[in-house]
C-alpha cells in the first residue's frame, strides 16, 4: 500500500504560479504511473498530468504549456509546476500513484485562483 500527502495548495492570482508536491511512502521507483487530478465543486475529478518511470508524461489539453510534471525519485516526491494560472484551475488536486493494478490516493490539496 502507498501514502501519498500532497503539499503546496494555496490562494493565487491570476497568472500566478504554484509547485504542488507529493511525497509516497515508498520509493516511486516501483510505482510506473504517478500522476495529478483534479476535482472542482460540482464536476467530476479530471486528469491533469501523468508521468510514468520511463520518462513519459501525458497532460489534459487545457494545462498542456502551463503545466509541468515531474517525478525525482531520490526524494520519492512528484511535483506539479503550474504556471500562467487561471481561475479555471480552481480546484482540489489528487496525487495518484498506479501499483500493481490499484490506484493510490492522497488526500488532495486546494489550489484557489482569484480573477
Known amino acids: 500500500q502507498v501514502h501519498l500527502v500532497e503539499s503546496g495548495g494555496s490562494l493565487v492570482q491570476t497568472g500566478g504560479s504554484l509547485r504542488l508536491s507529493c511525497a509516497a511512502s515508498?520509493?516511486?521507483?516501483?510505482?510506473?504511473?504517478m500522476g495529478w487530478y483534479r476535482q472542482a465543486p460540482g464536476k467530476q475529478r479530471e486528469l491533469v498530468a501523468t508521468?510514468?518511470?520511463?520518462?513519459?508524461?501525458n497532460y489534459a489539453d487545457s494545462v498542456k504549456g502551463r503545466f509541468g510534471i515531474s517525478r525525482d525519485s531520490g526524494k520519492n516526491t512528484v511535483y506539479l509546476q503550474m504556471n500562467s494560472l487561471k481561475p479555471e484551475d480552481t480546484a482540489v488536486y489528487f496525487c495518484s500513484a498506479i501499483l500493481r493494478g490499484f490506484y493510490y490516493w492522497g488526500q488532495g490539496t486546494q489550489v484557489t485562483v482569484s480573477s
Open positions: 515508498e520509493s516511486i521507483f516501483s510505482i510506473n504511473t
Open positions: 508521468a510514468t518511470t520511463d520518462g513519459n508524461t
